[in-house]
């Protein structure tokens, strides 16, 4: 297992690197969505926040509800809801073959959004979702749409950042975080102009590649970390390759948040709501 807490230096505490920010004041006024987020960052009692990723429509619309009930009811903080696509650029083998069983079983955005808002009263859920399905009858409508189910925000990985702004501006109209991705292949300057904007919390993306599990994560973390702490004031939660307790419990030293995907679609995949819920709780656990 690569030691992701740095080299002779020793392991950098989360509080520690907090103090590394640099940025100068918070972004512009909150919406209901990002209050919520920040709530959640802030109100859990363990070393750091923890959000599964669900697959909405898998296997089904029923068992997507029910899945995100057992990840409210073990322990999660947040809830990122994967609208199926298909063609997903980020996605690994697993959340690829979920996205393709949902819309073989008659997923729609729809659906997904009454996953959401069946949820989204127990705890904040944050959308996942391709930028075609958003542009298709509209961002503004979209993003309303999203808001009305309850979503508290919205992750569009393949919208570069500098095409953001006019979708940034839908959403926040009816109360949305736009959250950004930050690559450990980004610049420094691009991670300022990423933080600068972002809203909600920023997404750190472990290493280059799509998801999926990782038998470690990547030696560079702690510093890929670091650089989006020192790029903006909201919350940092970092996702890509996290699927053991060990390993967000390492994570949780780093960041503000872990996130967890893979793993918990194949729970979903192997034993329903059930196993997604004893996934969860081991998760929580870990991060007590």
């Known amino acids: 297992m690569a030691e992701v807490a740095g080299a002779a230096a020793g392991r950098r505490s989360a509080e520690a690197v907090r103090g590394a920010h640099t940025v100068s004041g918070p972004p512009a006024a909150e919406t209901a969505g990002e209050r919520r987020i920040a709530a959640a960052f802030a109100d859990h009692s363990r070393r750091a926040a923890l959000m599964p990723y669900l697959m909405g429509g898998f296997p089904d619309e029923p068992g997507s509800a029910r899945a995100a009930e057992a990840c409210a009811e073990a322990g999660a903080d947040l809830i990122e809801l994967g609208v199926p696509f298909s063609d997903p650029l980020a996605d690994g083998p697993a959340i690829h073959a979920a ?22 009263p127990r705890l904040p859920v944050v959308l996942m979702v391709y930028v075609n399905a958003v542009l298709a009858g509209g961002a503004d409508a979209f993003c309303r749409r999203a808001a009305d189910a309850g979503a508290a925000g919205m992750i569009v990985p393949d919208l570069p950042h500098e095409e953001a702004g006019e979708l940034r501006a839908a959403c926040r109209a009816p109360g949305l975080a ?31 590649g799509t998801t999926g599990e990782r038998g470690e994560l990547p030696a560079d973390l702690p510093g890929t970390v670091e650089r989006v702490r020192a790029a903006t004031t909201v919350p940092v939660a970092v996702g890509f390759g ?3 307790g060990e390993q967000a419990r390492r994570v949780a030293d780093l960041a503000d948040g872990v996130i967890v995907g893979s ?19 081991s998760l929580a656990r870990a991060l007590a």
Not at 263 to 281: H, L
Request: glycine share 10%.
């Open 178 to 208: 736009l959250v950004p991705l930050a690559a450990p292949s980004s610049t420094d300057e691009r991670l300022r102009d990423i933080g600068a904007e972002a809203r909600g919390f920023v997404y750190a993306v472990s290493l280059a």
């Open 99 to 120: 996205g393709t069983r949902a819309l073989a079983a008659g997923a729609t955005v729809d659906g997904v959004l009454r996953v959401c808002e069946a949820v989204a």
């Open 263 to 281: 793993r918990i679609v194949r729970a979903a995949e192997e034993g329903g709501a059930e196993a997604v819920r004893d996934v969860v709780a």
């Open 242 to 244: 996290i699927s053991t």
